[in-house]
């Protein structure tokens, strides 16, 4: 480690914003308990069967919301998927005669299974073109439900449903009402401990930037479809009770405004907001219900709502400024505590790229590009502006594809694999333009880096389980480690966002280096820092090499070059131009003409 004198906390607020707010746990329990009784003082049979409805809509809404509001797929098919959990409860316990509870089970898997499916265009639309198919999804499904008369019973759907029972006896609504509640609870806490995961962290980063997801190992695809199948799995959870609740179902249950009506209740909450499904559900759906008088006023209170809120809180109810503290919170661990981080020596490998060709229509970016990094050394990669420098990383790390010419990472091939997968094998980079998630604190984009190093399963971070919360003790302590190495640490609970860019580059050289690289690629890093800063990043970079780790920086600092380089490959028109020590490069006549001359005259061609 370098000593290095941090920056100094702008963004107190936001770190004291972390302490505020957080109730002993016992508090929590207490209120939740006491506001998820309130129907059940009622005697009323109607309070009660709104109580469950709404808990029924809740499963839907917070479920849409892992897939929405998180993962940034905007469905409006989940109708469709409650549907199917829906008949899949119902017919397994009227023909088949299964317990309630076996058949919502089978119910989940059936619409967690139907969301992999709506889900394969997603993999290949943009957002608003998938969600189109998801609206076509839904049609198609409705249309099936009427078709397939013998199973489904057609227009007249399926009736006398039974009440689930425990022992043999019936649930009465009041027990019905208190199962629903507590799968609610259940599944509120467990989609808590997925999106404060590296899950979360990593479906934000698929959403918001997929890039800086892409090169912290994450698979877009894998994690989309994670999403889908989870937030599937609980309309599909919700259908089977819906089932239950109403004993008839029939097709018209599930049109497609009742789709978007679980859409309209998650903006209104507040998309990729914890309690943002909750909200909205009590809000759009109860609220109107309870103003029973006022049934006909109806469309005009929805509308004056929708109105009020589009004006005062555009990101929903839960996204509004008064939250703002709520919401910024990185971390549940305590980081004073000193938490063991292993350290254990990343492998040293050095990097091979021979014979690099890449057209771009007729631009020929590459041509011929090749150079040798040594193992735990930085190698710097020079050139005139447009020369093919970051066109060159971005095939060392999978993000294009090169017409022709290889590269090895020690004795692995990795031409041709994608970019997490090359990734995943110890290539971390940065970009020429950060890209850091900007409403993420500084500490939470460093952890996404170590999305990968993560041991957890889904199910385990879903639970809560040890691991789980091991992984989240180390990956903080562990971005902690890095922030200080960077010189940031003051700033870990400030939104990434309101940093100035020079402080966005460390921040994402950290992200990159919780990766445990073993290469680590950095796009122009000095661009727009002072010399103060410039001098740290030297000694950063030092560091880094130190520690094992082969660098390739392309860069336009001569000074910054020749001071942490061992060797420079000046590039020219995709073509190596010259390669040696930065002392033999540097006082080639060629260079100097072809590369320092350019540089006078602006640097670009
Ligand atoms: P450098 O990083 O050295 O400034 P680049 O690698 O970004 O240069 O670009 C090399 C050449 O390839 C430039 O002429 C640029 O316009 C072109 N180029 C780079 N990326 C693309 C792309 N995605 N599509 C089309 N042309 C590109
Ligand atoms: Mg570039």
Same mark, same amino acid.
């Given at each position: 480690?370098?000593?290095?004198?941090?920056?100094?906390?702008?963004?107190?607020?936001?770190?004291?914003?972390?302490?505020?707010?957080?109730?002993?746990?016992?508090?929590?329990?207490?209120?939740?308990?006491?506001?998820?009784?309130?129907?059940?003082?009622?005697?009323?049979?109607?309070?009660?069967?709104?109580?469950?409805?709404?808990?029924?809509?809740?499963? %839907? $809404?917070?479920?849409? &919301?892992? /897939?929405?509001?998180? *993962?940034?797929?905007? +469905? =409006?098919?989940?109708?469709? @998927?409650? #549907?199917?959990?829906?008949?899949?409860?119902?017919?397994?316990?009227?023909?088949?005669?299964?317990?309630?509870?076996?058949?919502?089970?089978?119910?989940?898997?059936?619409?967690?299974?139907?969301?992999?499916?709506?889900?394969?265009?997603?993999?290949?639309?943009?957002?608003?073109?998938?969600?189109?198919?998801?609206?076509?999804?839904?049609?198609?499904?409705?249309?099936?439900?009427?078709?397939?008369?013998?199973?489904?019973?057609?227009?007249?759907?399926?009736?006398?449903?039974?009440?689930?029972?425990?022992?043999?006896?019936?649930?009465?609504?009041?027990?019905?009402?208190?199962?629903?509640?507590?799968?609610?609870?259940?599944?509120?806490?467990?989609?808590?401990?997925?999106?404060?995961?590296?899950?979360?962290?990593?479906? %934000? $980063?698929?959403?918001? &930037?997929? /890039?800086?997801?892409? *090169?912290?190992?994450? +698979? =877009?695809?894998?994690?989309? @479809?994670? #999403?889908?199948?989870?937030?599937?799995?609980?309309?599909?959870?919700?259908?089977?009770?819906?089932?239950?609740?109403?004993?008839?179902?029939?097709?018209?249950?599930?049109?497609?405004?009742?789709?978007?009506?679980?859409?309209?209740?998650?903006?209104?909450?507040?998309?990729?907001?914890?309690?943002?499904?909750?909200?909205?559900?009590?809000?759009?759906?109860?609220?109107?219900?309870?103003?029973?008088?006022?049934?006909?006023?109806?469309?005009?209170?929805?509308?004056?709502?929708?109105?009020?809120?589009?004006?005062?809180?555009?990101?929903?109810?839960?996204?509004?400024?008064?939250?703002?503290?709520?919401?910024?919170?990185?971390?549940?661990?305590?980081?004073?505590?000193?938490?063991?981080?292993?350290?254990?020596?990343?492998?040293?490998?050095?990097?091979?790229?021979?014979?690099?060709?890449?057209?771009?229509?007729?631009?020929?970016?590459?041509?011929?590009?090749?150079?040798?990094?040594?193992?735990?050394?930085?190698?710097?990669?020079?050139?005139?502006?447009?020369?093919?420098?970051?066109?060159?990383?971005?095939?060392?790390?999978?993000?294009?594809?090169?017409?022709?010419?290889?590269?090895?990472?020690?004795?692995?091939?990795?031409?041709?694999?994608?970019?997490?997968?090359?990734?995943?094998?110890?290539?971390?980079?940065?970009?020429?333009?950060?890209?850091?998630?900007?409403?993420?604190?500084?500490?939470?984009?460093?952890?996404?880096?170590?999305?990968?190093?993560?041991?957890?399963?889904?199910?385990?971070?879903?639970?809560?389980?040890?691991?789980?919360?091991?992984?989240?003790?180390?990956?903080?302590?562990?971005?902690?480690?890095?922030?200080?190495?960077?010189?940031?640490?003051?700033?870990?609970?400030?939104?990434?966002?309101?940093?100035?860019?020079?402080?966005?580059?460390?921040?994402?050289?950290?992200?990159?280096?919780?990766?445990?690289?073993?290469?680590?690629?950095?796009?122009?890093?000095?661009?727009?820092?002072?010399?103060?800063?410039?001098?740290?990043?030297?000694?950063?970079?030092?560091?880094?090499?130190?520690?094992?780790?082969?660098?390739?920086?392309?860069?336009?600092?001569?000074?910054?070059?020749?001071?942490?380089?061992?060797?420079?490959?000046?590039?020219?028109?995709?073509?190596?131009?010259?390669?040696?020590?930065?002392?033999?490069?540097?006082?080639?006549?060629?260079?100097?003409?072809?590369?320092?001359?350019?540089?006078?005259?602006?640097?670009?061609?």
């Amino acid at each position: 480690m370098i000593p290095m004198t941090e920056h100094s906390p702008p963004a107190a607020a936001a770190s004291s914003a972390n302490v505020a707010l957080r109730l002993p746990p016992a508090v929590w329990a207490v209120a939740v308990l006491a506001a998820l009784s309130l129907p059940l003082w009622f005697r009323g049979e109607f309070i009660l069967f709104l109580a469950t409805r709404a808990g029924v809509m809740m499963l %839907v $809404a917070v479920g849409l &919301n892992v /897939l929405t509001g998180y *993962a940034g797929q905007v +469905s =409006l098919g989940h109708g469709a @998927l409650v #549907a199917i959990g829906s008949y899949t409860t119902a017919l397994l316990m009227v023909d088949a005669h299964w317990s309630f509870w076996l058949a919502a089970l089978a119910g989940m898997a059936a619409a967690a299974l139907a969301g992999l499916v709506m889900a394969l265009p997603a993999l290949r639309l943009s957002t608003w073109y998938f969600a189109l198919v998801t609206l076509t999804f839904a049609q198609v499904v409705t249309d099936l439900l009427v078709e397939m008369r013998g199973l489904t019973g057609g227009f007249s759907g399926v009736v006398g449903i039974p009440a689930p029972t425990i022992g043999g006896q019936p649930l009465s609504a009041a027990q019905l009402y208190v199962a629903v509640a507590a799968c609610v609870v259940l599944a509120f806490w467990g989609t808590r401990n997925l999106v404060r995961s590296r899950l979360g962290r990593g479906m %934000v $980063a698929a959403r918001d &930037n997929p /890039l800086a997801a892409t *090169a912290s190992g994450i +698979s =877009l695809l894998r994690i989309k @479809l994670f #999403a889908f199948a989870i937030s599937a799995a609980l309309a599909g959870l919700a259908g089977g009770f819906y089932a239950v609740q109403n004993t008839v179902i029939t097709p018209e249950d599930f049109s497609v405004d009742f789709s978007i009506f679980f859409l309209l209740v998650i903006v209104i909450g507040g998309l990729g907001k914890l309690w943002g499904p909750v909200i909205g559900t009590l809000i759009f759906f109860l609220l109107p219900e309870l103003l029973g008088a006022l049934q006909s006023w109806r469309l005009m209170v929805y509308g004056v709502m929708l109105l009020v809120l589009m004006l005062f809180a555009p990101n929903g109810i839960m996204g509004m400024k008064i939250w703002r503290r709520w919401n910024i919170r990185s971390t549940d661990v305590d980081l004073d505590e000193s938490h063991d981080v292993h350290n254990a020596p990343v492998a040293r490998l050095t990097l091979t790229v021979c014979g690099l060709q890449k057209h771009f229509g007729g631009v020929k970016a590459l041509n011929g590009c090749a150079l040798t990094a040594e193992a735990g050394h930085t190698h710097a990669l020079v050139g005139p502006n447009g020369s093919g420098k970051t066109t060159t990383l971005n095939v060392i790390s999978g993000f294009i594809r090169s017409d022709q010419g290889n590269v090895l990472l020690g004795e692995t091939d990795v031409s041709g694999l994608a970019p997490h997968e090359i990734a995943r094998l110890g290539v971390g980079r940065t970009f020429q333009t950060p890209k850091l998630l900007n409403e993420m604190t500084v500490l939470d984009n460093v952890r996404l880096g170590g999305f990968v190093s993560e041991q957890a399963t889904a199910a385990e971070i879903v639970l809560g389980l040890p691991r789980a919360h091991r992984d989240q003790r180390q990956s903080a302590a562990a971005a902690m480690t890095l922030l200080r190495f960077v010189g940031l640490a003051g700033l870990a609970h400030a939104l990434a966002g309101d940093l100035p860019h020079g402080q966005q580059r460390l921040v994402e050289i950290a992200r990159a280096l919780a990766g445990r690289p073993s290469l680590l690629l950095l796009d122009e890093p000095a661009a727009g820092l002072s010399m103060d800063e410039l001098d740290r990043l030297g000694a950063l970079i030092e560091a880094i090499a130190a520690q094992g780790t082969t660098v390739l920086i392309v860069e336009h600092h001569l000074e910054l070059i020749a001071r942490v380089s061992r060797s420079v490959t000046v590039l020219d028109r995709g073509m190596v131009l010259a390669a040696g020590t930065p002392g033999e490069v540097f006082s080639n006549l060629e260079v100097e003409r072809a590369y320092m001359g350019r540089e006078g005259t602006g640097g670009s061609r």
